[in-house]
């Protein structure tokens, strides 16, 4: 792969996300001080996620056509745009705009900075291309909350806001002086309309295995975040610190082990790996109910962690096997979408749970349904003549 351009690629998504991370402690308690209730709040998430998901798969089938650079640079743009803009919201209303064009932006970059990986990514080697991506992806959503922290506690609220627009302008310049004006593309060519390549993709056994894989594998999301914290309090009145250190232990884990198990995607058979990856991964999630200690759900979620590290490179490897078939873009556009539709059906079908069952309960259920679809989506994926192991 071309060094400049993957280092250029990298340092953009990093800076990027970092930027992001970087107002996740901030935006609750300004939405709350403008006068967001809880439905309020719910809505400001909403908004972003709404039309990042909507916008991803067409952005990227548009990126296989006009090229990946202009799409990338655009959605930096909107990101130090949305930095500039943040701190002079004055009403719940102003942020739910400025979150839904937040998601705009969103779409430009990380689906997009993906096909330009699976562009780049040489035959063989998809799994180490992609665990590179993950972990400039990891880093910069691990790091940004700790600096929003510290920006918010010595300059104020708005210095969080202004640095993710420092961070995002230092990234477009990036891409601006480093990046050739287009990547290599590839795919079903111009003679299909944007909707024709979603329906050949999704039409597809395979794309539908690796999409569902996806979904699937991100329904613990929310869980093992939002619930996470109130079930530590509830049992055994973890501090702030403790629950913080779980946290962060789970996310990296999984970036410092992206590397080695990106180059055993490329050599093992990646459907076994899948599976593998999705035992550790309801195991812990069955086995949460049980850990009645800070020590034990340290360990448990060290070990989810690994379970992430197997999995992620595995569907983004398989999923630039796709691409060239279908277009990179178009491929990880609908990728992304199938996270977002992940979380989504994590947060909804764990919020109702919870009501129901209680959180203990909770986490086996979601571990069995993890392992069930998964299960259901490696059979999609293995039973394609086209696979590569």
């Not at 993957?6 to 001080?33: C, E, H, K, N």
């Not at 530590?232 to 590397?259: D, E, K, P």
């Not at 490179?313 to 990728?335: D, H, K, N």
Request: glycine share 12%; proline share 4%; aromatic share 8%.
């Amino acid at each position: 792969m071309p060094h400049r351009m993957v280092v250029t690629l990298l340092l953009s998504v990093y800076i990027a996300l970092l930027g992001i991370g970087i107002i996740v402690p901030v935006m609750p308690v300004f939405a709350t001080d403008l006068g967001a209730s809880g439905f309020g709040l719910g809505l400001i998430i909403a908004a972003f996620s709404i039309s990042r998901g909507l916008l991803q798969p067409i952005v990227g089938t548009l990126s296989d056509r006009w090229g990946r650079k202009r799409f990338l640079v655009s959605g930096l743009f909107v990101y130090t745009l949305i930095g500039l803009i943040l701190p002079q919201a004055a009403s719940v209303g102003n942020l739910i705009l400025i979150r839904a064009l937040h998601g705009v932006g969103s779409a430009m970059i990380v689906p997009v900075a993906m096909a330009y990986m699976g562009d780049m990514a040489e035959e063989g080697k998809e799994g180490q291309a992609m665990s590179m991506l993950n972990i400039a992806i990891f880093c910069g959503i691990g790091t940004g909350p700790l600096l929003g922290g510290i920006f918010t506690d010595f300059w104020g609220m708005e210095s969080a806001f202004y640095a993710m627009a420092a961070l995002s302008a230092l990234a477009l310049i990036l891409v601006l002086l480093q990046m050739p004006a287009s990547a290599a593309q590839s795919g079903t060519g111009p003679e299909l309309s944007t909707f024709q390549v979603l329906t050949a993709l999704l039409a597809g056994r395979r794309s539908r295995g690796i999409l569902m894989a996806r979904m699937s594998t991100m329904i613990i999301m929310v869980p093992t975040m939002a619930f996470l914290p109130l079930l530590m309090h509830q049992w055994f009145a973890a501090s702030g610190l403790q629950i913080g250190i779980v946290i962060a232990c789970r996310t990296f884990v999984n970036a410092l082990l992206q590397t080695s198990f990106g180059k055993l995607a490329d050599r093992s058979n990646k459907v076994w790996l899948l599976k593998v990856g999705c035992l550790v991964v309801s195991g812990v999630m069955c086995l949460v109910p049980l850990a009645g200690s800070f020590a034990w759900l340290l360990l448990l979620f060290a070990i989810l962690g690994v379970g992430e590290a197997i999995i992620w490179p595995v569907l983004g490897a398989l999923a630039t096997e796709e691409g060239r078939r279908y277009g990179q873009g178009s491929m990880m556009g609908i990728f992304n979408l199938a996270m977002s539709m992940g979380v989504l059906l994590g947060a909804l079908g764990a919020g109702i749970s919870v009501d129901l069952l209680g959180l203990a309960p909770s986490f086996v259920m979601i571990g069995l349904i993890v392992l069930g679809w998964t299960f259901w989506a490696a059979s999609l994926i293995s039973r394609d003549p086209l696979l590569v192991e």
